[in-house]
């Protein structure tokens, strides 16, 4: 059974840190704020480049994600952003989220709400809002993800 070591609320972001076997990086959607309902099929890695069009994909559902969780190890320098616009344009509400520093592996990073931002220790996000559209809670038609750079070995 897993132990709950560490949980930290800022702003909205929880973090929780559990004493368990190391998880591969992730980054998955809810369609609620609470954490409760994930959207199946609808995690992907944060170790590879993903560009998704919710209006084209097979499992995750188009304007219906609310939420997101990351789970690390995660690399310093990720950025993931959600827009409400299909194409990834700007003329529409969308949240950019920088890892500013390494994610230790087990932990796991809650937000509850895509339209705020935050700075943290481990993460600083940018909601973005348009005339347009400027919900995105519920409105999430993409998904971009860009990973960190590993570190050179040091010699």
């Given amino acids: 059974m897993r132990k709950l070591l560490a949980v930290f609320v800022l702003l909205g972001v929880t973090i929780g840190v559990q004493a368990s076997r190391a998880e591969a990086a992730a980054i998955q959607l809810f369609r ?7 959207i199946p099929g609808c995690g992907f890695s944060g170790y590879k480049k993903v560009r998704i069009d919710f209006t084209q994909h097979k499992f995750c559902w188009n304007n219906s994600a609310r939420a997101v969780r990351i789970i690390g190890p995660l690399r310093a320098g990720t950025r993931i ?3 409400a616009s299909n194409k990834g ?18 932990a ?3 937000i509850p709400n895509l339209e705020r931002g935050y700075t943290g220790y481990f993460l600083q996000m940018k909601f973005h809002v348009t005339r347009d559209i400027g919900a995105l809670n519920g409105n999430v038609s993409r998904l971009e993800i860009y990973p960190g750079r590993k570190r050179a070995a040091a010699r």
Avoid: C, E, M
């Fill in 32 to 38: 609620n704020s609470k954490g409760t309902q994930f």
């Fill in 81 to 83: 952003r959600l827009f």
């Fill in 108 to 110: 796991r990073l809650y």
């Fill in 89 to 106: 344009s700007g003329k529409f509400a969308w949240l950019d989220i920088a890892v500013r520093r390494p994610i230790p592996a087990g």
